[in-house]
């Protein structure tokens, strides 16, 4: 059984694999192979009629086959190991060319990767997921968005600060771009997020929750 190191996402290459053991056990694939080795006799024929028949090419055309019967003919389990997690994927019947040629390749960079972690002294770079840097902004968004991350600070004095924030934003601050009397780029836009978001009126309200009680208020 050969073993090929997944850095990247280990039930993709799994796929990956399954497929070409699919594609490669048909009968077509094979037909499609015989169909390209009778297209190379013929041009080597032609070949060596061009070159006033010294001779006929054969044996590229034998070289070419006994390499597709080696590689393609039999068939090998393969291992797929997350090099995070340890995780280890099984997929059988995979051509013994993919499978050894997977395994040297992302055996050797694997093992590559670790001397240099070793020679650097860095933090090893093997034991963090797959675009880890991504998941750890994916986090900090998560709990900058999640009002329970406020605490206490949504809380003064029995206030709802997030809440009264989010009312006049969407009953102010977009009421006035609806009707024009703002506008969306220089909201975006705006240096001071104060003046960004104001929106004077007193036709339109909204609903702030101050020290323990709510206040229907003007813009």
């Not at 850095?7 to 799994?14: H, K, Q, R, T, V």
């Not at 094979?30 to 006929?56: E, K, P």
């Amino acid at each position: 059984m050969w073993e090929i190191y997944s850095i990247g996402d280990s039930a993709f290459l799994e796929q990956v694999l399954n497929a070409v053991a699919m594609i490669t056990g048909t009968g077509d694939f094979t037909s499609m192979v015989r169909i390209g080795l009778l297209i190379g006799v013929l041009m080597v024929s032609v070949q060596a009629l061009m070159q006033g028949g010294r001779g006929i090419n054969f044996q590229h055309v034998l070289v070419s086959w006994l390499v597709f019967a080696t590689m393609f003919g039999p068939s090998t389990r393969v291992s797929i190991e997350d090099a995070y997690t340890g995780q280890v994927r099984v997929v059988d019947n995979v051509p013994i060319g993919v499978a050894a040629a997977g395994s040297t390749i992302s055996t050797v960079g694997f093992q590559i990767t670790r001397l240099f972690e070793t020679a650097f002294s860095t933090p090893a770079m093997t034991e963090y997921g797959f675009a880890s840097s991504l998941q750890s902004l994916i986090k900090v968004r998560k709990q900058v968005m999640d009002r329970s991350g406020l605490g206490d600070a949504n809380r003064v004095g029995g206030s709802d600060i997030e809440q009264s924030w989010f009312n006049y934003i969407k009953e102010c601050t977009l009421i006035g771009i609806d009707i024009g009397q703002k506008n969306l780029d220089q909201v975006l836009s705006d240096p001071n997020p104060m003046t960004a978001i104001r929106f004077d009126s007193r036709i339109y309200g909204t609903r702030i929750m101050l020290s323990g009680s709510s206040s229907d208020l003007d813009c």
